[in-house]
């Protein structure tokens, strides 16, 4: 079996920065994705507007162009597929990662299961892990969170056209959705267990979503919880006691994790914020070799690492692996 220098976990930002600086560096890598190309910013919404420059988007040194101050996500699709183009990236797509295993020999093992359920695996003197964490919601753990009608995701919201939609969270995902599903005609409850909406929602976002809130448009459960959801309603508890809502759709907008279970089977120890315990000066964790890059990094404080700051990562992290030969 072939030995590669690297192996970079995940098709996002981070992981095409490392594999651009890689090939640079005639590195021997392969990207391993489970998905799509960028398939957290495939699972956005279709009308998602990034928070975001253009610039402040771009990896190895390609230009983003677009004529808007902040980029939508079919411009952010289309330009990094023209940085994979443009660099010819090595990239196996439908490739679930299913463990890393470093041997005696120095040597990591990535054991993949592809699309149709055959397994593989890989070998490298190196890994990044740049798996973000848009693929694990944070689960609240209420009776009734795997009911047909619950989504962690929000897509459009043509479909809860004359709904009645509870939407459970306070941050930018949660006043988005709540203000398009109100726009489309949909009954909007907001519900969130602390007393505000999230100081982080955008700048532009938050007066929409509270004056909504204040005519009565959308209606709003502060300083309150889901203790149950059933086929047909969400049961709350609040300031005011107990409340049953009726509700033909709800959404857990409640946040994201990286894959923590993959990590720490692979060695990695984290901190007390859940968070892969390693070295920010070279991303490199407690195992030698292997780094993480972008989201992962971030633990429960998923609100530090954007594409921003996380498209450095992999740069400074193939530097440290071609230096060591």
Known sequence: MSVR???????????????IAAK??????????????????Y???????????PELLEIGGLPFVS??????????????????????LRIAYGQKVLSVTKGGDGL????????PGERGTQQARAVVMAI??????????????DLPHVHHYYGEPHRHFRQRVVIVGGGNSAAESALEMFRAGAHVTVVHRAPALKSTIKYWVRPDIENRIKDGSID???????????????????????????????????GYRADTDLLTRAGVALNERDAPVHDPATFETNVPGLFVAGGAIAGIDTGTIFIENGRFHGEKIIEVIARRG
Request: one cysteine or more.
């Open 24 to 41: 640079q560096r005639n590195l021997d890598y392969l990207v391993l994705e489970q998905g799509v190309l960028v398939n957290s910013i």
């Open 67 to 88: 004529p808007f101050d902040k980029p939508t996500r079919a411009e952010a699709l289309k330009y990094y597929r023209k940085v994979v183009d443009a660099f010819d």
């Open 220 to 254: 709003a459960r502060f300083g309150t919880c889901v203790t149950k959801i059933t086929l047909t309603t969400v049961l709350l508890d609040g300031p005011n006691g107990q409340e049953e809502l009726p509700a033909d759709a709800v959404y857990l907008l409640t």
């Open 5 to 19: 220098d690297v192996i970079i976990i995940g098709a996002g930002p981070s992981g095409l920065s490392a594999a």
């Open 108 to 115: 990591f093992a990535v054991e993949t299961m592809a699309t």
């Open 132 to 145: 973000g964490y848009y693929d694990h919601p944070v689960r609240c753990g209420m009776p009734g969170e």
């Open 43 to 53: 699972r956005f919404p279709p009308q998602m507007v990034f928070f975001t420059t």
